[in-house]
């Protein structure tokens, strides 16, 4: 690891229970931290906070009793019927949360969570009358009703028990749907009970949750606060995720040999700058098993601080995706890209003899470009077809199909190429020379000189959708142990499953390979030497065949990495095996040496002191800690969704201009003078 730097006119009695010893007070505690947890200040006073306050500050985790003459009464909207729902509501009666005089509590913390319980439980509020460290004095908001209670801290010991109580009642209750006491500590403690069943509840379900436990209606900020402040409370604040970082990657180093973690800090302030992991299990099996083929994608990070996901693809023998590598930065820049490709060239340079020479697709950016020329200067590098095909769809507007350029990219000669483009000038002569304006040599098949083995696009999150972007709004530790643990997951089930693999070849490739054989059945074979054939078939001509440089003129053979139909009709007629022509990447065996390593589970963090050595530990008194970034994410909820690539295939509705008649428009939008 790498470190830089009830009713009107009556009565609500309250007194019907005794809790005096200690175990079912403990009970009568730990129950109030469920929907009606209570909040502890530590100078042991009992405050009231404003009603439905908003700011995010240690008061709103505790009970507040302090005098409140003015009460802002904020519309509320029923839940369940989405109307204005202000009426008043009438004191009940629970037998569940009841206090009497001489009940004691083990320390503060736990009386006033009782008291706050009664009052949410029972409709009414309280407010402070006397507080300080050995006692309080609290009584009922409404004007002229005589409950109070009185309770004191026992001499020597922590709990406090309640001196005096008038349990009656001469209000009829708080008269609208919110609650004084209802503070974030109530959402937190409701959140804490459901996080471990849904650890993606949203603030609208707990807000139902709440309405329909305890009556009350509470904002939906004073919600999301409280959900925040929960899962903090379980898997650690973004604050400490950044300090964890350089033990983090000492524990990815250890428990992964050959692994790298390396964290970088601001020099001078220790604020994080660049985090790069990559993980042995993906490094032997791309150096040994993967086609040398990368691509380049990032994400946006969702949490509270700014900052960017950087991830280098590769594809095993089933196309399926394989990370190599994770990169996070404070921000998308040039340079941040250019040192994420400087990691990416020295973890290949230590782990083979021989650099391969990488085909990369990106969205050619000019940080992306840089870095490539100055670390892989012999690698072919083209674009990602959905960056390109977004930039096309977002030019004209879905005026022209985008579908067209995807043909147009997936063609194998010039011929067809120039073809679908006459298609394309039907319908737009300014997208036509749109597409001209971008070189072909750097996106369509027919004239990019690296090879691609069919794969178009290195959309990693369009991928990876289902689980990246949760992964993206945790704090930086838990994000990258959320990658290694997907990373662990897939490296296991397709180990497994491909060790229940019969066939020569892995599925895609075998039934590519079976339809070409489906397809030579009908094609006419003339042999002109040992290696060279001729090959007629009834749809396409004559096509020549070169079985020891593996090429054919139709240029699928070579492109593909699999015999192509005239290939295959060439090998059969002088009696070879189909199969041994293929590329080594899509054997099985291949595929099995791709995820033959293991990624290896991270102990929790509280047993990293532990496990480390003498050593380890004095140098990590000596360490700097990493800082989070300056900048924060902006205002607002931060966008969950991406948008998908282009669904091929699925019929398009384009919109249509009814003044000038042409598409990509609307009336209201029409740019044609009147």
């Given at each position: 690891?790498?470190?830089?730097?009830?009713?009107?006119?009556?009565?609500?009695?309250?007194?019907?229970?005794?809790?005096?010893?200690?175990?079912?007070?403990?009970?009568?505690?730990?129950?109030?931290?469920?929907?009606?947890?209570?909040?502890?200040?530590?100078?042991?006073?009992?405050?009231?906070?404003?009603?439905?306050?908003?700011?995010?500050?240690?008061?709103?985790?505790?009970?507040?009793?302090?005098?409140?003459?003015?009460?802002?009464?904020?519309?509320?909207?029923?839940?369940?019927?989405?109307?204005?729902?202000?009426?008043?509501?009438?004191?009940?009666?629970?037998?569940?949360?009841?206090?009497?005089?001489?009940?004691?509590?083990?320390?503060?913390?736990?009386?006033?969570?009782?008291?706050?319980?009664?009052?949410?439980?029972?409709?009414?509020?309280?407010?402070?009358?006397?507080?300080?460290?050995?006692?309080?004095?609290?009584?009922?908001?409404?004007?002229?009703?005589?409950?109070?209670?009185?309770?004191?801290?026992?001499?020597?010991?922590?709990?406090?028990?309640?001196?005096?109580?008038?349990?009656?009642h001469s209000c009829v209750g708080i008269n609208h749907l919110g609650h004084q006491q209802a503070s974030v500590q109530l959402v937190a403690s409701t959140v804490g009970e459901r996080l471990p069943e849904n650890p993606h509840c949203k603030p609208k379900e707990i807000l139902e949750e709440i309405h329909k436990s305890n009556e009350i209606t509470l904002p939906y900020k004073q919600d999301w606060i409280g959900k925040e402040r929960s899962i903090a409370a379980v898997r650690g604040s973004f604050e400490e995720g950044y300090r964890l970082l350089p033990e983090y990657c000492r524990q990815v180093e250890r428990t992964n040999p050959g692994s790298i973690g390396r964290v970088y800090g601001n020099p001078d302030d220790n604020r994080f700058r660049r985090l790069f992991i990559s993980f042995?299990?993906?490094?032997?099996?791309?150096?040994?098993?993967?086609?040398?083929?990368?691509?380049?994608?990032?994400?946006?990070?969702?949490?509270?601080?700014?900052?960017?996901?950087?991830?280098?693809?590769?594809?095993?023998?089933?196309?399926?995706?394989?990370?190599?590598?994770?990169?996070?930065?404070?921000?998308?820049?040039?340079?941040?890209?250019?040192?994420?490709?400087?990691?990416?060239?020295?973890?290949?340079?230590?782990?083979?003899?021989?650099?391969?020479?990488?085909?990369?697709?990106?969205?050619?950016?000019?940080?992306?470009?840089?870095?490539?020329?100055?670390?892989?200067?012999?690698?072919?590098?083209?674009?990602?077809?959905?960056?390109?095909?977004?930039?096309?769809?977002?030019?004209?507007?879905?005026?022209?199909?985008?579908?067209?350029?995807?043909?147009?990219?997936?063609?194998?000669?010039?011929?067809?190429?120039?073809?679908?483009?006459?298609?394309?000038?039907?319908?737009?002569?300014?997208?036509?020379?749109?597409?001209?304006?971008?070189?072909?040599?750097?996106?369509?098949?027919?004239?990019?000189?690296?090879?691609?083995?069919?794969?178009?696009?290195?959309?990693?999150?369009?991928?990876?959708?289902?689980?990246?972007?949760?992964?993206?709004?945790?704090?930086?530790?838990?994000?990258?142990?959320?990658?290694?643990?997907?990373?662990?997951?897939?490296?296991?089930?397709?180990?497994?499953?491909?060790?229940?693999?019969?066939?020569?070849?892995?599925?895609?490739?075998?039934?590519?390979?079976?339809?070409?054989?489906?397809?030579?059945?009908?094609?006419?074979?003339?042999?002109?030497?040992?290696?060279?054939?001729?090959?007629?078939?009834?749809?396409?001509?004559?096509?020549?065949?070169?079985?020891?440089?593996?090429?054919?003129?139709?240029?699928?053979?070579?492109?593909?990495?699999?015999?192509?139909?005239?290939?295959?009709?060439?090998?059969?007629?002088?009696?070879?095996?189909?199969?041994?022509?293929?590329?080594?990447?899509?054997?099985?065996?291949?595929?099995?040496?791709?995820?033959?390593?293991?990624?290896?589970?991270?102990?929790?963090?509280?047993?990293?002191?532990?496990?480390?050595?003498?050593?380890?530990?004095?140098?990590?008194?000596?360490?700097?800690?990493?800082?989070?970034?300056?900048?924060?994410?902006?205002?607002?909820?931060?966008?969950?969704?991406?948008?998908?690539?282009?669904?091929?295939?699925?019929?398009?509705?384009?919109?249509?201009?009814?003044?000038?008649?042409?598409?990509?428009?609307?009336?209201?939008?029409?740019?044609?003078?009147?």
């Amino acid at each position: 690891m790498v470190l830089g730097n009830d009713h009107h006119g009556h009565t609500c009695d309250l007194s019907l229970r005794q809790g005096h010893d200690k175990d079912s007070l403990v009970r009568e505690g730990q129950d109030g931290e469920g929907h009606h947890g209570f909040g502890l200040l530590e100078n042991h006073e009992l405050v009231l906070a404003e009603p439905h306050s908003l700011v995010d500050d240690d008061n709103l985790d505790e009970l507040s009793l302090e005098q409140t003459h003015e009460f802002a009464l904020q519309p509320a909207h029923d839940l369940s019927q989405g109307l204005l729902a202000v009426a008043p509501r009438m004191m009940a009666f629970s037998t569940e949360f009841q206090l009497v005089a001489g009940q004691e509590f083990p320390n503060v913390m736990y009386c006033r969570r009782a008291i706050r319980n009664t009052a949410i439980a029972c409709h009414f509020e309280i407010q402070m009358v006397k507080s300080d460290n050995t006692s309080f004095t609290a009584k009922c908001t409404a004007e002229g009703c005589p409950w109070h209670i009185h309770a004191a801290k026992l001499p020597g010991v922590p709990t406090f028990s309640i001196r005096t109580i008038l349990d009656n009642h001469s209000c009829v209750g708080i008269n609208h749907l919110g609650h004084q006491q209802a503070s974030v500590q109530l959402v937190a403690s409701t959140v804490g009970e459901r996080l471990p069943e849904n650890p993606h509840c949203k603030p609208k379900e707990i807000l139902e949750e709440i309405h329909k436990s305890n009556e009350i209606t509470l904002p939906y900020k004073q919600d999301w606060i409280g959900k925040e402040r929960s899962i903090a409370a379980v898997r650690g604040s973004f604050e400490e995720g950044y300090r964890l970082l350089p033990e983090y990657c000492r524990q990815v180093e250890r428990t992964n040999p050959g692994s790298i973690g390396r964290v970088y800090g601001n020099p001078d302030d220790n604020r994080f700058r660049r985090l790069f992991i990559s993980f042995y299990a993906s490094i032997y099996g791309f150096v040994n098993a993967c086609c040398p083929l990368i691509g380049l994608d990032k994400v946006t990070l969702k949490n509270k601080y700014v900052g960017t996901l950087f991830i280098a693809t590769a594809f095993d023998g089933d196309g399926a995706l394989f990370p190599l590598a994770f990169g996070v930065v404070d921000e998308e820049t040039d340079e941040n890209w250019i040192w994420f490709l400087s990691e990416l060239h020295e973890l290949l340079e230590k782990n083979t003899l021989s650099m391969p020479r990488l085909t990369i697709l990106s969205d050619r950016s000019k940080g992306i470009i840089d870095g490539v020329d100055i670390n892989f200067p012999a690698a072919f590098h083209g674009y990602c077809m959905h960056h390109l095909s977004e930039t096309f769809r977002k030019e004209f507007n879905n005026s022209v199909p985008v579908d067209l350029l995807w043909e147009a990219a997936n063609v194998l000669t010039a011929i067809d190429f120039e073809t679908k483009l006459l298609e394309i000038e039907d319908i737009s002569q300014e997208a036509v020379c749109w597409i001209k304006g971008i070189r072909p040599c750097l996106w369509a098949t027919a004239f990019f000189d690296g090879t691609r083995y069919g794969h178009l696009t290195a959309n990693v999150t369009e991928s990876l959708n289902s689980w990246i972007l949760d992964a993206s709004s945790l704090p930086i530790n838990q994000m990258m142990e959320c990658l290694r643990c997907q990373l662990m997951t897939w490296f296991k089930e397709r180990h497994e499953a491909s060790m229940q693999w019969t066939a020569t070849l892995v599925p895609t490739a075998e039934r590519r390979l079976q339809e070409a054989i489906e397809r030579a059945r009908g094609y006419q074979v003339t042999r002109a030497n040992e290696t060279e054939f001729e090959v007629i078939s009834p749809h396409e001509g004559t096509n020549v065949v070169d079985v020891r440089n593996r090429c054919c003129l139709c240029r699928g053979w070579q492109l593909y990495g699999v015999p192509c139909a005239h290939g295959v009709a060439a090998l059969v007629s002088c009696r070879q095996n189909v199969h041994r022509y293929t590329e080594r990447y899509f054997t099985i065996g291949t595929y099995r040496k791709t995820y033959s390593q293991t990624v290896h589970p991270i102990p929790d963090k509280t047993l990293w002191n532990k496990m480390s050595n003498q050593g380890e530990a004095e140098e990590s008194k000596l360490e700097v800690i990493i800082n989070p970034p300056k900048s924060r994410r902006s205002p607002g909820r931060p966008r969950k969704k991406r948008v998908h690539a282009e669904d091929h295939g699925q019929v398009k509705l384009f919109v249509h201009c009814s003044r000038c008649s042409q598409m990509g428009h609307f009336r209201t939008t029409c740019p044609a003078a009147l």
